[in-house]
């Protein structure tokens, strides 16, 4: 009997999720290993009957690759270890999880996430002795010990785009154009963006700002003689009183949003320019993904089942200095990356005339 891997793909989705599964399952026949694709992440095993496939070469043609999404399903809002059960309560279903990748005679899992869907499914593996290796995924680009996790290039892409096309309607309308970007607690969207797309002032949450300053810049470039103006802020970024901007959606889930509009008014009043907002949300997760993410989807998912071949667990994949390696995965998920202050992004920006509102 050949062995076999299972793959998942857990918490948000982005662009890129399919071209790693491609390419797992490329190596892993290559390599004599069976693939069996997890619906729904591990929420999917909790099912009944546990939703799971077959995959195989045949089944990743040519367009599956380009496509955004994952073609598994993916969720973020159920962890086992506090799993939604009706009436608003949670249950602990860890141990029947495990039972189940037992069950199911699976010999090494595949988990391609970011930080929270790490933090579950490396508990699950010390819990139940379980073969993990991690592969990162997330727009955000926040876990530690990679230089890029897959979607973040392409939401990075969408977002700039995005600033493109907000620049000739700003100049149109002498306007101010604020477009607020995801990226939770790190600022790198906000940051690659708005260099990439060259607005005038850059917020991410890395860096405290006053609507003061924000103005002094906007009125500068007026006084310049440019008629408008382009503002980048990352989700997370607080109110001048500190206050973070959120969204309760169904079942109590809060997600960062709001700040874009909140700033749009006071910038108004204190530069006297007209001013939209534009909040591009769940548009920088979806298409299809950039040649980068391509690139780096398809190593990391090489990589992933080469390590289950040599028996290395307790694994993330990683992108560091232009090759694909392999770190532990408690040294990944041990803090968020967010923007660091010495990063030559942050200088360029500053170089360039940005301003982050300090
Ligand atoms: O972590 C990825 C991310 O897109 C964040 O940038 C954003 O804050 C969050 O997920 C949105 O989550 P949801 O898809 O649950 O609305």
């Not at 920088?284 to 289950?308: I, M």
Request: with cysteine; charged share 20%; net charge neutral.
């Amino acid at each position: 009997m050949p062995k076999q891997i299972a793959i998942l793909t857990s918490g948000g989705d982005c662009a890129g999720l399919n071209a790693v599964m491609r390419a797992a399952v490329y190596r892993a026949d290559s390599l004599g290993w069976k693939v069996l694709g997890i619906e729904n992440g591990t929420a999917g095993l909790l099912d009944s009957p546990p939703r799971i496939r077959g995959l195989k070469p045949a089944d990743f043609n040519a367009s599956v690759m380009r496509q955004g999404g994952t073609i598994l399903g993916t969720t973020n809002t159920r962890n086992p270890f506090r799993y939604p059960v009706p009436g608003g309560e949670t249950r602990d279903r860890s141990e029947e999880l495990i039972a189940i990748i037992k069950g199911l005679k699976i010999d090494a899992l595949i988990g391609i996430g970011g930080d929270g869907s790490f933090e579950i499914m490396s508990r699950l593996a010390t819990q139940g002795n379980l073969n993990f290796v991690g592969i990162p995924k997330t727009i955000d680009n926040d876990l530690d010990m990679t230089d890029f996790s897959v979607g973040f290039d392409t939401a990075v892409a969408v977002a700039t785009e995005a600033l493109d096309r907000l620049q000739p309607t700003a100049a149109s309308h002498d306007r101010v154009m604020i477009l607020e970007v995801m990226g939770r607690d790190a600022g790198h969207i906000a940051l690659s963006a708005g260099i990439a797309g060259g607005v005038d002032v850059i917020l991410i949450p890395e860096i405290p700002y006053t609507v003061e300053n924000i103005a002094k810049k906007i009125n500068a470039v007026k006084a310049g003689g440019r008629n408008f103006a382009l503002m980048i802020v990352s989700e997370a970024v607080k109110t001048p009183e500190g206050n973070k901007r959120q969204v309760v959606y169904q079942g109590g889930e809060k997600r960062y949003g709001g700040i874009g509009e909140f700033l749009g008014p006071k910038i108004a009043e204190a530069t006297g320019s007209e001013t939209r907002v534009t909040v591009l949300g769940h548009v920088q997760r979806g298409g299809a993904p950039t040649y980068n993410d391509r690139l780096l989807a398809s190593g990391l998912g090489v990589k992933a089942v080469e390590l289950v071949n040599e028996g290395k667990f307790g694994r993330m994949v990683a992108w560091r200095h232009n090759e694909v390696t392999d770190v532990a995965i408690e040294d990944a998920i041990r803090q968020c990356r967010v923007v660091s202050m010495d990063s030559s992004l942050v200088h360029t920006a500053r170089a360039l005339g940005i301003s982050f509102g300090d």
